[in-house]
T-cell receptor
Framework: KAGVTQTPRYLIKTRGQQVTLSCSPISGHRSVSWYQQTPGQGLQFLFE???????NKGNFPGRFSGRQFSNSRSEMNVSTLELGDSALYLC?????????????FGQGTRLTVV | QQQVKQSPQSLIVQKGGISIINCAYE??????FPWYQQFPGKGPALLIAIRPDVSEKKEGRFTISFNKSAKQFSLHIMDSQPGDSATYFC???????????FGTGTKLQVIP
């Protein structure tokens, strides 16, 4: 069974540009969540999507947005990039059952803003 | 701010020794406490998890101890091996949602 796939793996962007990251969850999973990982702030929750609806949102500015498609694939967009947005962006998917279900993480997209 | 505090930041353990990582939380609404293991270049992977109605859970060489009254939990790695060298994150979650609050991480190095 294929794992969570994130594309691209590496990305270099210039300050002020925008970027879109993609996440394909494990087949059958309907929940997709996004995290930002940096050395200084650690792993921080960005948002979660379930059945194309944003179910939870972290404390990030409006420049960070996402969406989920009917096939559960998700995209994350960051507009007007800042140097501080350089990070590893991780996507995780979870099976449709509720309760204490495991989140399976992808390998992440390493974004560098120059 | 919902926080999970984790210590130590780094840990060096001799092969065969016991690695202990501690975490504390504030939000009593948390009801699921997973531990994740992350190797360089990889995403975090679930290692073991516990619910607050259980005081201890053991899976192989990994044990979680949970103290609900103190709002603390810890990971014990018995017979630590060089292959266990990784960064470990404790975490906490509320309900069935996937909004996970992570600790700051512990970089474990197991030396031969």
């Amino acid at each position: 069974k294929a794992g969570v796939t994130q594309t691209p793996r590496y990305l270099i962007k210039t300050r002020g540009q925008q970027v879109t990251l993609s996440c394909s969850p494990i087949s059958g999973h309907r929940s997709v969540s996004w995290y930002q990982q940096t050395p200084g702030q650690g792993l921080q929750f960005l948002f979660e999507y379930f059945s194309e609806t944003q179910r939870n949102k972290g404390n990030f500015p409006g420049r960070f947005s996402g969406r989920q498609f009917s096939n559960s694939r998700s995209e994350m967009n960051v507009s007007t990039l800042e140097l501080g947005d350089s990070a590893l962006y991780l996507c995780a998917s979870s099976p449709p059952t509720g309760g204490n279900t495991e989140a399976f993480f992808g390998q992440g997209t390493r974004l560098t803003v120059v | 701010q919902q926080q999970v505090k984790q210590s130590p930041q780094s840990l060096i353990v001799q092969k065969g020794g016991i690695s202990i990582i501690n975490c504390a939380y504030e939000n009593t609404a948390f009801d699921y406490f997973p531990w994740y293991q992350q190797f360089p270049g990889k995403g975090p992977a679930l290692l073991i998890a516990i619910r607050p109605d259980v005081s201890e859970k053991k899976e192989g060489r990994f044990t979680i101890s949970f103290n609900k009254s103190a709002k603390q939990f810890s990971l014990h790695i018995m017979d630590s091996q060089p292959g266990d060298s990784a960064t470990y994150f404790c975490a906490a979650r509320t309900g069935g949602y996937q909004k996970v609050t992570f600790g700051t991480g512990t970089k474990l190095q197991v030396i031969p």
